[in-house]
């Protein structure tokens, strides 16, 4: 039997943890190990539609849409990253180089680049009167702080 009570509040302990996690999705980090998070909040639109950032900030999509959005590189960054999260698909045979998130309701995704240069993205998303395509930008400055 104490076995089993054992089992029984090692369950309870993880149940109780999961559910203040839960509770803290409100509560994101504004600052990383290696700089600044830059939050884009999506809406009807992208707020901030245009980012400056350093190497090592954290970009971070917030989806507050009604339904599942779409973040979409049309730049390559592969080879620029140094952190990320939620990111990895890659889109159909002929668009390889666009690398994606999909964001349900209230989810988030974040990359890190290690290096200055422009960046151009878009979000997409489905609405009443159809496919919905936000556009933003993100300039990777030079220096640090």
């Not at 203040?20 to 009807?44: A, E, F, W, Y």
Request: positive net charge; contains cysteine.
């Amino acid at each position: 039997m104490g076995l089993t009570g054992r089992n029984m509040a090692v369950g309870i302990a993880l149940l109780l943890l999961t559910a203040c996690q839960g509770m803290g999705k409100n509560h994101l980090p504004s600052v990383t190990r290696t700089g600044d998070v830059k939050d884009v909040i999506i809406q009807n639109e992208l707020s901030p539609s245009a980012l400056t950032v350093k190497p090592g900030d954290e970009i971070r999509w917030v989806n507050k849409r009604q339904g599942a959005a779409e973040v979409v590189f049309m730049d390559p960054v592969m080879g620029r990253l140094n952190c990320e999260r939620n990111f990895g698909r890659l889109m159909r045979q002929a668009d390889r180089q666009h690398y994606t998130a999909r964001l349900n309701t209230l989810e988030s995704a974040s990359v890190c680049f290690s290096s200055p240069g422009d960046v151009q993205y878009e979000v997409r998303s489905s609405s009443a009167e159809g496919e919905v395509k936000l556009p933003g930008t993100i300039q990777v400055t030079g220096g640090g702080s």
